[in-house]
């Protein structure tokens, strides 16, 4: 199976930084990396897909690049909201086993 | 707009089923690939296992045979068996819709649910 390790598990940031999430898979997986945003009791939300494509809705201020097994989420400047755990995660194996990365939380600093 | 909705018992004992149901309202269900997902309290997601609507499915190695999703089109929902379950099941479990053209990525995902098991 794949494996998705993200770094760092936890930042702290203030409103207003520039916010970069790592990961990474222990194979080539191309582009087939999703984002998702978690708020405490909430489901996850889906960011982007595709490893750079945003989703419908959401603010341009995120965005994704990399390919193979290097990704990055990059969220360039910071609002209130915005403050959640992140998870990365492979669909390279869809529909077999996918994986997500352990998480990142970001909390305000 | 399409919404999941997941139910079922949120307290299961030791070594019996848990069972819970997704139900998809504001489209078919004959469509896509569907998904159940767990979230243990304070860790991290977990992928439990796809249907396909031609009824067709995956499942975690890791749950080690223990898992059946099956889905009815008649109700238009998809539900989730997990057998001989531990304390280690407790977790939030969540329904989800991976939809053509996104990647394979999990474009709409029910609220959770809550599932502890314990005597």
């Known amino acids: 199976d794949i494996q998705m390790t993200q770094s760092p598990s936890s930042v702290s940031a203030s409103v207003g930084d520039r916010v970069t999430i790592t990961c990474r898979a222990s194979?080539?997986?191309?582009?087939?990396l999703a984002w998702y945003q978690q708020k405490p009791g909430e489901a996850p939300k889906l960011l982007i897909y595709g490893a750079s494509t945003l989703q419908t809705g959401v603010p341009l201020r995120f965005s994704g690049s990399g390919s193979g097994t290097d990704f990055t989420l990059t969220i360039s400047s910071l609002q209130p909201e915005d403050f959640a755990t992140y998870y990365c995660?492979?669909?390279?194996?869809?529909?077999?086993?996918?994986?997500f990365g352990q998480g990142t939380r970001l909390e305000i600093k | 707009q399409v919404q999941l909705q997941e139910s079922g018992p949120g307290l299961v004992k030791p070594s019996e089923t848990l069972s819970l149901t997704c139900t998809v309202s504001g489209g078919s269900i004959s469509t896509y690939y569907w998904s159940w997902i767990r979230q243990p309290p304070g860790k991290g997601l977990e992928w439990i296992g796809y249907i396909h609507y031609s009824g067709s499915t995956n499942y975690n190695p890791s749950l080690k045979g223990r898992v059946t999703i099956s889905l009815d089109t008649s109700k238009n929902d998809f539900s989730l068996r997990l057998t001989s379950v531990t304390t280690a099941d407790t977790a939030v479990y969540y329904c989800?819709?991976?939809?053509?053209?996104?990647?394979?990525?999990?474009?709409?995902w029910g609220q959770g649910t809550l599932v502890t098991v314990s005597s």
């Open positions: 989800a819709r991976v939809r053509n053209g996104f990647w394979a990525a999990y474009d709409n």
């Open positions: 194979q080539d997986i191309s582009y087939w």
């Open positions: 995660q492979q669909t390279d194996s869809f529909p077999q086993e996918i994986t």
